[in-house]
């Protein structure tokens, strides 16, 4: 079975940093591209970034409001991917959540598989 | 960025009754390669997101048949033929044509 698991979620300072982790399991990781989202407390969903599979690069992309604080990577040995968060702000407050993306070819199937995600607590 | 606006964004619907979702983006979603990259998904109370449709009008595993997804360009339907109880929960639409992905507003399903 396909899972994701979120992780490195807490209460921290503004200005401060934290690290996520969403681990993988049931599937290729390194042949797909892993995005992140996130849900401000009773708001809705908003796409944070995503990093494509090293056969396409390997390259990161992010929404404006993160770009140059956040960043994406990851670990094909281990199918985890990671989201850096530096200089965070109050209003990066929210559930992170990971998804799967596009796949081999580039083939998009939706974002099929979720974590439950992990609180961020920035005050 | 391309806007996504849904509506209605409340939709008191009775069981076994059909139900429907619009949105509409700021510009096409149509790929030269024939694909609407449009997806519907899906949070149910205390859930992650879980993915509807996907390119516009494919059900994703698992999805049963009731649920239905329509539309192309700047144009999209979720449809619901017949709502059960279980489907309470926020709908969303999210482009994955261009990034940044942008989300629909959400569209709260309720049992009247």
């Known amino acids: 079975d396909v899972q994701l698991v979120e992780s490195g979620g807490g209460l921290v300072q503004p200005g401060r940093s934290l690290r996520l982790s969403c681990t993988t399991s049931?599937?290729?990781?390194?042949?797909?591209?892993m995005s992140w989202f996130r849900q401000a407390p009773g708001k809705g969903l908003e796409w944070v970034g995503f990093?494509?599979?090293?056969?396409?690069?390997?390259?990161?992309e992010y929404a404006a409001s993160v770009n140059g604080r956040f960043t994406i990577s990851r670990d094909d040995s281990k199918s985890i991917a990671y989201l850096q968060m530096n200089s965070l702000k109050t209003e990066d407050t929210g559930v992170y959540y990971c998804g799967r993306d596009r796949g081999l070819f580039l083939h998009y199937y939706g974002i099929d598989f979720w974590g439950r995600g992990t609180t961020v607590t920035v005050s | 960025d391309i806007v996504m606006t849904q509506s209605p964004l409340s939709l008191p619907v009775t069981p076994g009754e059909p139900a429907s979702i619009s949105c509409r983006s700021s510009?096409?979603?149509?790929?030269?390669?024939?694909?609407?990259?449009l997806d519907w998904y899906v949070q149910k109370p205390g859930q992650s997101p879980q993915l509807l449709i996907f390119?516009?009008?494919n059900r994703a595993s698992g999805v049963p048949d009731r649920f239905s997804g329509s539309g192309s360009g700047t144009d999209y339907t979720l449809k619901i033929s017949r709502v059960e109880a279980e489907d309470v929960g926020v709908y969303y639409c999210?482009?994955?044509?261009?990034?940044?992905?942008?989300f629909g507003q959400g569209t709260k399903l309720e049992i009247k």
């Open positions: 990093i494509r599979s090293k056969s396409y690069s390997g390259t990161a």
């Open positions: 049931g599937f290729n990781f390194a042949e797909y591209a």
């Open positions: 510009q096409s979603l149509l790929q030269s390669n024939g694909n609407n990259y």
């Open positions: 999210m482009q994955s044509l261009h990034t940044p992905y942008t």
């Open positions: 390119l516009g009008s």
